[in-house]
């Protein structure tokens, strides 16, 4: 089992920054991922790292603007949000894979453990 508690989010203007934090406890994770879902949407991709944080992944929209960062030894991963855009507003939800892979995981599937979400608005 794998406990997810995810932090950081709220009510930013257009062009302002927020830090999401996301720790872990339980079982040893691999790949950790933020996806999010936007009302009537369906969840996607946001970005990932892989268990050493040597590779990283992000959806071509978030690309120059988040960075996904993990600390091992506090089991904690984070995504740091720059220049964020209304259409960035959604609920990001962190996850986390317990199967060993050495790559950055895109795919929500592949994702055992889940957070409880925290919502990010970004006003125009």
């Known amino acids: 089992q794998v406990q997810l508690v995810e932090s950081g989010g709220g009510l930013v203007q257009a062009g302002g920054s927020l830090r999401l934090s996301c720790a872990a406890s339980?079982?040893?994770?691999?790949?950790m991922g933020w996806f999010r879902q936007a009302p009537g949407k369906e969840r996607e991709f946001v970005a990932a790292?892989?268990?050493?944080?040597?590779?990283?992944d992000y959806v071509d929209s978030v690309k120059g603007r988040f960075t996904i960062s993990r600390d091992n030894a506090k089991n904690t991963v984070a995504l740091q949000m720059s220049s964020l855009k209304p259409e960035d507003t959604a609920v990001y939800y962190c996850?986390?894979?317990?199967?060993?892979?050495?790559?950055?995981?895109?795919?929500?599937?592949?994702?055992?453990?889940w957070g409880q979400g925290t919502q990010v608005t970004v006003s125009s």
């Open positions: 339980g079982r040893r994770t691999y790949s």
């Open positions: 790292i892989s268990w050493t944080g040597g590779k990283t």
């Open positions: 996850g986390a894979d317990v199967h060993l892979t050495l790559e950055a995981v895109s795919s929500a599937g592949r994702y055992d453990y």
